[in-house]
């Protein structure tokens, strides 16, 4: 069982910046992808960014240009740098890790509130 565990969110002014960070307790190293999804008041959950092993990453076109997912295996933390923040950005950020061995694994950290607000 991975735990993961968000930190980073709050209250930021429109056109701000946030960094969200995921911890996992355990290496990434054999997590085949890592993602944030969010989740706003009435919407159904949705994908924001991802990042697989190799590095390779996939954005949602609503943030593009603006966000950023990273990662430091070292520290078995992922990372979402949000810039240019706007109030539609305003959600439940929650983490994701999804590994592929003898079966499919998929787990969900509990979740971090960005609220994008004057």
């Known amino acids: 069982q991975v735990q993961l565990v968000e930190s980073g969110g709050g209250l930021v002014q429109p056109g701000g910046s946030l960094r969200l960070s995921c911890a996992a307790s355990?290496?990434?190293?054999?997590?085949?992808?890592m993602g944030w999804y969010r989740q706003a008041p009435g919407k159904q959950r949705e994908l924001v960014a991802a990042?697989?092993?190799?590095?390779?990453?996939n954005y949602a076109d609503s943030v593009k240009g603006r966000f950023t997912i990273s990662k430091d295996n070292a520290k078995n933390t992922v990372y979402l740098q949000m810039n240019s923040l706007k109030p539609e950005d305003t959600a439940v950020y929650y983490c994701?890790?999804?590994?592929?061995?003898?079966?499919?694994?998929?787990?969900w950290g509990q979740g971090t509130q960005v609220t994008v607000s004057s």
């Open positions: 994701n890790a999804r590994r592929r061995g003898l079966r499919f694994e998929q787990y």
């Open positions: 990042i697989t092993n190799g590095d390779s990453t």
């Open positions: 355990e290496s990434i190293a054999t997590i085949n992808t």
